[in-house]
């Protein structure tokens, strides 16, 4: 069973740049895929990107691609999301969730992931 937590939100201008890091407990991290999602009031929760185990698999959501990059790193059990000229639009709760099936093509339905953390918000100003 993994914990996850997220940090690295916060406010931001229009324009701006915010990383996201999501922690994993446990030893079975590299197993699994892990995804980021978003969710903005009144709204349903949201993918925005995934990762495979050995980050072959990257997958986005189209209003994000060349603006966000995912990444992780197995040997810290974290995965990060770089965010890239945010624009209001991204103004939502960020969540890191793990799949425990560790899919090589990245789910984008929230009920196929495991482990959630607890969200980071990220608000953008303009």
């Known amino acids: 069973q993994a914990q996850l937590v997220e940090s690295g939100g916060g406010l931001v201008q229009v324009g701006g740049s915010l990383r996201l890091s999501c922690a994993a407990s446990?030893?079975?991290?590299?197993?699994?895929?892990m995804g980021w999602f978003r969710q903005a009031p009144g709204k349903e929760r949201e993918f925005v990107a995934g990762i495979s185990r050995s980050a072959i698999s990257i997958y986005y959501l189209d209003s994000v691609k060349g603006r966000f990059t995912i990444s992780r790193d197995n040997a810290k059990n974290a995965v990060y999301l770089q965010m890239n000229s945010l624009k209001p639009e991204d103004t939502a709760v960020y969540y890191c969730?793990?799949?425990?099936?560790?899919?090589?093509?990245?789910?984008?339905?929230?009920?196929?992931?495991?482990?959630w953390g607890q969200g980071t918000q990220v608000t953008v100003s303009s």
């Open positions: 969730a793990a799949d425990g099936r560790g899919r090589l093509v990245i789910s984008t339905t929230p009920g196929e992931y495991d482990y």
């Open positions: 446990g030893r079975t991290f590299s197993r699994y895929s």
